[in-house]
């Protein structure tokens, strides 16, 4: 395997670590002590452990079993079993989801139940059921390959990953890092993440492959690419994140057609206008401010869109058929790329549309398009884009004043007459009634 088993681990018993039960889910709970009480092993595992042991809030809690998936979903009527490439148990309890996995195996894989399928070098399938060593060296970093026993509330630690978590240390499990990335390349994208995330160093050994071995990600499915840029860029610190992908020369393996323009105008515009953009999510995220992945993703890909729609307003192309070209071209190139669901694609493409039409001041135009369902994110995506210079910072001022304005207003700003409020009409009288009223 990737380095010997320790035997026996290094146990941490209650009394010297600062994990409570009070701080861990009701729910998570329930599924340990179901388990440990059917007659399985059951731990908490991975980032909750982590997190709890730095003193933070997780934000989610795993399970480690010996049992199989369905061992366990015998075990709860509200089971359900997901995934090929790792079958897991996801145990419902309304809005919250326990994930449980069964211990992953090692080496001696004629002896275990299960399958595993490598593609050079790469795990597409990994079903092969083992011990908890076995599972805890199958892990990607030593910090999150912590046990919480719920039998005797110990920490077992069979890594090194108490003394890297104390050194803020981000260190590979195995002696190969190499090796490690190319069976699952996702696993750079998570370094940066949790060296964001935790403010810890990646260890030398393994941040140097990170420069050489971007490429890699090219062989991920694109759909699975999708959910880790929306770990990487929408959990409150985007812009570091950011950042890092760049420094490692990740970002392009993601967004090469970005990458290209970044390239070009480092540190000025289209850098500022990206990173104004993760700092607007970031900030909304902090303060608990819904944010969709469709503005990601059009703060992410305008600028090579950008670029197309003047190419193609330059072959006298009417703006709004240059828009929607130029969109559409994009999307064709990265399909093989990462994957953006269509309800999320249609979205980005409408904040983009609205873009030429928001310079169209006069008339009956900005009415229309304050009924528009997206014009507050196409409004959020000109004022970011004025901010960062691209574009007009009046025309950006314009739209506020103008949606916060009254009638008169309004009526100032486009040319037009004010509205004038309708007059209640009194109804006619027939000529009988008239007849008898003159007479009167």
Known sequence: MHETIPDPPFVIPRSEHPISRANISENALKVLYRLK?????????????????????????????????????KQFRNCR???RRFRLAHVHFGREIIEVATFRGGGREETLEGE?????????????????????????????????????FSVIDYAGGLDDLRAGRLRLIGEDPVTRYREDPVRMLRAVRFACKLGFNIDPACEQPLFELGHLLRDVPSARLFEEVLKLLQTGLGQCTFEKLRHYGLFAHLFPETEEWL????QEFPVTFVSRGLANTDRRIQEDKPVTPAFLFAVLLWEP?????????????????AMLHASGE???????????????????????????????????????LLTHPRFRAAYDFLVLRSEAGEASSELAEWWT????????????MTGGPAKRRKRRRRPRQSATAASETAES
């Open 37 to 73: 009480d059917g007659g399985y092993q059951a731990y908490l595992v991975g980032g909750g452990v982590r997190d709890l042991l730095l003193g933070r809030e997780p934000k989610d809690f795993d399970v480690a079993t010996d049992a199989t998936p369905e061992q366990v979903r």
């Open 81 to 83: 079993l997901i995934g």
């Open 116 to 152: 595993r399928h490598l593609k050079n070098g790469m795990i597409v399938r990994d079903n092969l059921y083992g011990t908890r060593a076995e599972d805890a060296l199958r892990r990607d970093f030593s910090v999150n390959a912590l046990y919480y026993n719920i039998a005797d």
């Open 263 to 266: 390239a070009r105008e480092d």
């Open 305 to 321: 869109v950008r670029r197309r729609f003047e190419e193609l307003l330059a072959q006298d192309m009417a703006p709004d058929e």
């Open 330 to 368: 994009l999307f064709a190139r990265r399909r093989n790329l990462v994957a953006i669901p269509k309800r999320f694609a249609l979205t980005t493409r409408e904040i983009w549309a609205l873009q030429p039409r928001l310079g169209q001041c006069d008339g009956k135009r900005p009415y229309r």
């Open 401 to 412: 004043v103008f949606q916060e304005g009254n009638g008169q207003v309004r009526a100032s």
